[in-house]
């Protein structure tokens, strides 16, 4: 059984490569987030930090320079934080409703309003973005937590209803039915026997719209002010800002502040984000 | 929620020959009222403002919006501009490259995690993480490992290779190069899953039929596996063709379209002209020849998705 051993052997060393390959970056992110610059100019990419140096994780956290603004990450984090509460919970909570009308109280036209919607996942954002400003301008959001906030929640309501439509059509409509026949209503009904069956798609829905509200860029560019940026936009500033010396350790512990979250989220229950990415790509 | 005042259901209640009661026709009406405010906001957002843009497209808008109406004047412009043709260029190879490389790398690797391997699990889980991230910081972690100065070159030349040179990144014709290896590293892991899902849902029997009949394992995977997963290719196929179309975030934190525009995709393109250099009406035109890509790819999709379940 010599070729079998063998076929195992290249089977786990191709594995082997292409893990090597996938954990490239995230190594070298830690690994450069905990050398001071001396280290980062005359070592190489792969070596390990002299010694265990949290002062690049301690500046871009309270100091580090975007434009002329030295408080580090910190306010960029709070800010994302601040957006992404409310913003997940809206749009969960206006998805399950959706998709618990688009499937138990099914009116006619109700299949055409939803492939109508269904175009919104998919639509390139940068086409609602002129038009976009002008309307938080007018509401008076432009430039503020809110009005990206709005933008999320908006842009947010295609995918949320198109999970839980897709989840809820394999509820049966027995126990609806029952449940109305025993007098219960419209409410109630969600309330007491839709949600509590709901755990498994509103775990996948709220991760879903947690990473892509994190790791959103484009909106946050765009609409936030100048005290309303989203940590991916610190990053970017921060790591784009060409004033003084570059300090990639500096750089490199700021890409793992903004990676921290949607990392644990994924460690924790990547299960569920998994789901999330296939049932974003396969529909039905 | 009070329950309704008698023991009889809404729909019952309805039919009685004294006609419906307020209360019924209430909860008659109240699923499409609980719809009605997030579909109505949606379609405004979705179609509203896309007929918006579409009519800043055509108006005189440079600076501030203008709606003076000029016919397809920026579209003249648009596509007379030297940077946007590069970016239309620059999303061709990016899109082919990418969708290429992330189908062919994913494959492979559903394909070797398929053969009943231990630490599957913590193989999947390191493959995947990418796609947990946000691309402005896998930008941010490959400029600096790309990094002529400081990262691979540096590396390879402190390994002995003093001639090693690897200056994708500044290199005008080569730096869109350096945006497909990013890519492909973020999204390799997704096409991966989807693959794999798809094998593992293909009928055990099939497999041990053909095992019977003394075909190989690569022949096995060649004639029938992988033709038999052709709706999870069309699936990742659309997936990958939109996330390249609309690839900003890794543009923006890789080279930020630079050196000069070399690496500008449509989607950078759009944000520069509407938000840096005041060409709105250029900039909502590039946003809806954008739109109208997207849509030639996704309309027929989502309309063969939606009859086929019927």
């Known amino acids: 059984m010599n070729s079998k051993l063998l076929h195992r052997a290249i089977l786990f060393g191709l594995l082997g490569l292409f893990a090597l390959f996938f954990l490239l970056p995230l190594y070298v992110m830690l690994v450069t987030s905990l050398k001071d610059m001396d280290q980062v100019r005359l070592g190489n990419l792969l070596s390990l930090p002299a010694s265990l140096n949290f002062a690049s994780w301690d500046k871009a956290w309270h100091h580090a320079c975007t434009g002329t603004d030295c408080r580090g990450l910190q306010p960029y984090f709070w800010n994302s934080l601040a957006m992404i509460i409310p913003a997940v919970a809206v749009s969960t909570t206006l998805g399950a409703l959706n998709g618990y009308v688009l499937t138990k109280w099914r009116f006619k036209g109700s299949e055409l309003l939803f492939s109508l919607m269904l175009f919104g996942v998919f639509m390139p954002l940068q086409v609602v973005l002129l038009p976009m400003s002008q309307v938080l301008g007018w509401i008076g959001l432009s430039d503020s937590i809110w009005g990206l906030v709005t933008v999320h929640v908006l842009m947010g309501l295609a995918s949320t209803t198109l999970f839980f439509r897709n989840y809820y059509v394999g509820l049966p409509d027995e126990l609806i039915k029952a449940a109305m026949l025993d007098g219960a209503g419209f409410f109630r009904i969600f309330w007491r026997i839709v949600l509590p069956l709901s755990t498994p798609i509103l775990v996948v829905t709220l991760i879903w719209q947690f990473t892509n509200i994190w790791n959103d860029f484009l909106f946050g560019v765009v609409f936030s002010g100048a005290d309303s940026k989203p940590i991916t936009v610190g990053l970017n500033n921060l790591a784009n800002t060409s004033s003084s010396v570059k300090e990639y350790n500096v750089d490199m512990a700021a890409a793992m502040i903004a990676a921290l979250p949607t990392l644990l989220v994924y460690v924790v229950a990547g299960k569920y984000f998994v789901r999330g990415l296939t049932a974003g790509a396969v529909k039905g | ?310």
């Not at chain 2, 494959?107 to 999947?124: H, T, V």
Request: no cysteine; aromatic share 12%.
């Open chain 2, 1 to 310: 929620m009070p329950a309704p005042p008698s023991g009889n259901p809404p729909m019952a209640a309805s039919t009685t020959a004294a006609g419906p009661s307020a209360r019924a026709r209430f909860e008659h009406w109240l699923p499409r009222l609980v719809l009605a405010p997030s579909f109505v906001l949606s379609f405004l957002f979705i179609y509203g403002l896309i007929a918006w843009n579409g009519y800043l497209s055509v108006s005189a808008s440079r600076l501030l919006p203008n709606y003076e109406f000029v016919g397809l004047e920026q579209y003249v412009t648009l596509f007379e501009s030297e940077r946007w043709m590069v970016a239309l260029k620059n999303l061709l190879i990016f899109s082919g490259l990418f969708i290429g490389l992330a189908m062919a790398v994913g494959l492979l690797l559903a394909i070797l995690l398929d053969q009943k391997i231990r630490a599957e699990g913590l193989l999947r889980t390191i493959y995947l993480y990418p796609m947990a991230l946000s691309f402005i910081v896998t930008g941010t972690a490959w400029k600096w490992i790309l990094n002529p100065g400081l990262g691979i070159e540096h590396l390879m030349q402190g390994w002995g290779f003093t001639n090693f040179k690897f200056e994708w990144l500044v290199d005008p014709d080569m730096a869109i190069y350096t945006v497909v290896i990013a890519g492909v590293w973020q999204s390799a892991g997704f096409v991966m899953a989807l693959f794999l899902a798809g094998l593992r849902g293909i009928d055990e029997s099939i497999i041990k039929a053909a095992q019977i009949d003394g075909a190989s394992l690569p022949r096995i995977y060649w004639r029938i596996l992988i033709p038999s997963m052709r709706p999870v290719f069309f699936s990742t196929l659309m997936v990958l063709a939109h996330i390249a179309i609309k690839s900003f975030d890794l543009v923006m934190a890789l080279t930020a379209g630079g050196p000069g525009f070399a690496t500008d995709l449509p989607a950078t393109f759009m944000y520069t002209m509407a938000f840096t250099r005041g060409q709105i009406g250029l900039g909502a035109a590039s946003a809806t020849v954008m739109l109208a890509t997207v849509a030639a790819i996704v309309v027929p999709y989502l309309y063969s998705e939606l009859r086929s379940k019927r």
